[in-house]
């Protein structure tokens, strides 16, 4: 064992409690980031960047005398965490409301939880944050002030933007995107879900580069190399753990999926859903969301099926 792996094994313990304080919060804090991100994919992706984030910044603020709310706190890493990353990647623009934009007009309350999706992508990051924040999850002017290092006017002031600015776009259209989810599916993924299907492991082992990763996304655990893979995750030994799962190919939310679809004595229900990066026809990446429980419920959701339970906790 390595330094950093006996670092990382000292580590556990800490990372199990503080898992289990934030978990009262998770499913709010997942659906503010697929308010923020649009998409189900990006959402997990900012839900694990936050937690990460979060866990990270505990021992640098330890010494501070402010306290630090579970929720507060989370929700202002995943804010800020958001925001730097828009303004990085250029997608909104970089204009910001101040305090002398307000205006005194009343407007009425509106439908954050159908508009968000299409509402983020015509304001600027501050001015989606504060709306879902007060719109959809009913936080006061002074607390997203707070979160935000702002002054109260200047929350309101981007508030009423905002919301006047939800009035001139559509509302988001959930069945266009039923619709451009019908995609014919790679050749590599039909091969994937025919040996996957036949409980072909030795197939399965075939498609894997030397180099190739598969990814817990829930743990922020890897498993680097085909070795290693076929050692863990694609080890024939879990046969009898999927006996009754076969896989399915979907488009969802602009990615291929594989879907894999567990068969009981009532109803199929929905077992895990996997993303897999492909490259010179062999697997480079491979993201299984089995344990990101917020993530499959919303899926399941979505797809009109049933959540089959967890079979074991990760920790």
């Not at 839900?47 to 990270?56: C, Y």
């Not at 266009?176 to 091969?191: F, G, L, T, Y």
Request: net charge negative; with cysteine.
């Amino acid at each position: 064992m390595t330094n950093l792996q006996a670092i990382g094994e000292e580590t556990k313990d800490i990372w199990i409690k503080y898992w289990k304080i934030v978990q009262p919060y998770r499913n709010q804090l997942w659906h503010y980031c697929l308010r923020l991100t649009g998409t189900p994919w990006d959402a997990e992706d900012l839900l694990q960047d936050t937690l990460l984030k979060s866990f990270a910044s505990l021992s640098a603020l330890s010494h501070r005398q402010q306290k630090l709310q579970t929720k507060s706190y989370l929700f202002r890493v995943a804010s800020n965490h958001w925001i730097d990353q828009c303004r990085k990647s250029g997608r909104f623009s970089s204009q910001e409301i101040e305090e002398n934009d307000i205006k005194e007009d009343f407007i009425d309350p509106l439908d954050a939880n159908e508009a968000i999706l299409s509402l983020v992508k015509n304001l600027t990051p501050k001015q989606a944050v504060v709306f879902v924040l007060m719109e959809s999850f009913q936080f006061k002017a002074k607390e997203v002030a707070q979160l935000l290092a702002s002054t109260e006017g200047a929350i309101n002031g981007i508030l009423n933007r905002a919301r006047k600015k939800l009035t001139e776009i559509r509302e988001f259209d959930r069945g266009k995107m039923k619709n451009a989810n019908v995609i014919a599916q790679s050749e590599n993924v039909k091969e994937f879900i025919a040996a996957y299907n036949r409980m072909d492991f030795n197939g399965l082992a075939n498609m894997l580069q030397e180099n190739a990763t598969f990814s817990f996304v829930e743990m922020n655990s890897k498993e680097y190399g085909k070795e290693t893979i076929l050692k863990y995750s694609l080890n024939p030994n879990h046969l009898e753990e999927i006996q009754d799962v076969h896989a399915i190919h979907q488009y969802l939310f602009g990615k291929e999926t594989i879907i894999f679809i567990k068969k009981t004595e009532h109803e199929p229900m929905l077992y895990d859903v996997n993303t897999i990066d492909w490259q010179d026809g062999k697997i480079a990446n491979w993201d299984c969301y089995y344990f990101c429980r917020e993530f499959m419920r919303y899926m399941a959701e979505y797809l009109e099926l049933s959540l089959a339970p967890v079979d074991t906790v990760w920790y």
